[in-house]
């Protein structure tokens, strides 16, 4: 057997695998396209999206076609984007919303940001929702379900579906890890009543921020673009999409984008199908390149076919320790730890969203939880989702970057091998 570089042995991986230096696919092609795009907006001195040769408007219809989706609108960051699909679907006070014990905080966030409540659910081995437990968390204040795609992987969404449909609940997909990931064909996203996207430095494309909400129906995305703007009618007076539109207007926040950022996110986006072959391609040598595991289990994918392969996780059998897998990966040149630890874990846990947990809010009034129109109550604790805090404790991440070959993927999963062997 191979002497694992733990103990003195030849490393797996003999040179550093490439980095993306902190951002992600995206930012790593930023060329002269995305610089002329930019300087361009800035020579015309058109920086405000309402005009006649829009780049954000011009970023949403090339977005929708790309997604295969009838309305898009551009917003300024991916919190936007879900809080205008929250808003455009009616969710508010009285209402809860079921979000993944694993995510950005961004996702409830957006939830309380619209006065309704978070309710936390356990992840599974796909490491998105667990659809078994957000059966258990529907109550008769459940009006819907965000899953979150996360790092590029889409999560169960078929089973997903079905428990909304059943209980007649609206699904919002957060799509912001997961630009360009498919399920079952159709771009994730347009499986639910709504999706969205983030633009910013660390996702699959980037302007450097902002977000895209997208939806099928032609209410909800009027509703989108009021909780966008409160001063629609009075820039769109010249391009009223239907009939009536601006005799329905509320006022809410402001989440415009400037032409900048439209003016870059096209370019990035014509970026986006070289970006999903490549990495796609990592993933795929990386699978095939793995031995059957004695001492791990490899994430479960519901639709390989359609993961956008920016990265791949294992998860650590029940009685081989976690640590020390990551260590001796470490010491063979694929450095990593467990999602979830005692020294720096991954902030996307939900026992690290303290103004979650801590139900605090900008305002006392404003607190979803003891908003008049709620009649149901909802407790957190930090341990409250044991089955994700094991889960977290035994994965293992690795990322997939635009820098690496097929041929570090094959070293990645090399090295997997090797410390398995070790292990077994
Ligand atoms: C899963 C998820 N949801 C929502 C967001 C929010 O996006 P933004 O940072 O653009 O507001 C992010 C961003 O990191 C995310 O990863």
Request: proline share 6%; aromatic share 6%.
């Amino acid at each position: 057997m191979d002497k694992l570089a733990l103990h003195g042995g030849p490393r797996a991986i003999p040179e550093p695998l490439p980095g993306t230096g902190g951002g992600g696919a995206g930012v790593s092609l930023i060329n002269e396209r995305e610089i002329e795009a930019a300087a361009s907006v800035l020579r015309s001195g058109k920086l405000f999206r309402f005009h006649p040769e829009s780049e954000v408007r011009a970023f949403e219809r090339e977005a929708a076609a790309w997604i295969g989706t009838q309305h898009a609108l551009m917003v300024n960051s991916g919190t936007s984007a879900l809080i205008c699909a929250l808003t455009g679907l009616g969710i508010g006070p009285g209402d809860e919303v079921i979000v993944p014990a694993y995510t950005y905080i961004a996702t409830p966030a957006a939830v309380v940001a619209v006065g309704a409540v978070p309710v936390i659910a356990e992840i599974d081995d796909s490491l998105g929702l667990d659809p078994s437990d957000v059966r258990r968390k529907i109550t008769s204040y459940t009006k819907a379900i965000i899953p979150v795609h996360m790092q590029g992987v889409p999560c169960r969404l078929g089973a997903i579906g079905e428990i909304a449909a059943e209980h007649g609940l609206l699904v919002i997909e957060d799509c912001c890890q997961c630009i360009g990931g498919r399920y079952r064909g159709q771009v994730v996203g347009t499986l639910g009543a709504a999706g969205a996207w983030s633009l910013n430095y660390f996702k699959i494309i980037t302007c450097g921020e902002g977000g895209l909400v997208f939806t099928d129906d032609p209410v909800v995305y009027e509703r989108a673009c009021f909780a966008a703007d409160p001063a629609l009618p009075m820039w769109m007076r010249e391009s009223i999409p239907a009939e009536g539109w601006l005799d329905r207007p509320f006022s809410a926040q402001c989440y415009r984008p400037s032409e900048l950022l439209g003016a870059i996110a096209r370019v990035q986006l014509s970026k986006l199908d070289g970006i999903l072959a490549h990495t796609r391609k990592l993933k795929g040598t990386f699978l095939a390149h793995l031995d059957t595991p004695m001492t791990y289990d490899t994430q479960a994918v519901d639709d390989p076919s359609g993961d956008c392969g920016i990265s791949a996780a294992i998860i650590v059998k029940d009685g081989v320790s976690p640590s020390l897998f990551a260590e001796a990966l470490t010491a063979e040149g694929l450095p990593c730890g467990t999602a979830h630890n005692d020294g720096f874990p991954d902030r996307h846990i939900y026992k690290y969203w303290d103004s979650i947990l801590d139900k605090r809010s900008h305002h006392a009034q404003a607190a979803p939880w003891s908003h008049p129109a709620y009649s149901g109550c909802v407790e957190y604790a930090r341990d409250m989702c044991p089955a994700t805090l094991d889960i977290l404790g035994r994965a293992l991440r690795f990322g997939l970057n635009m820098r690496m070959t097929p041929e570090h993927a094959k070293l990645m999963a090399q090295a997997i091998n090797k410390v398995d062997r070790a292990l077994a």
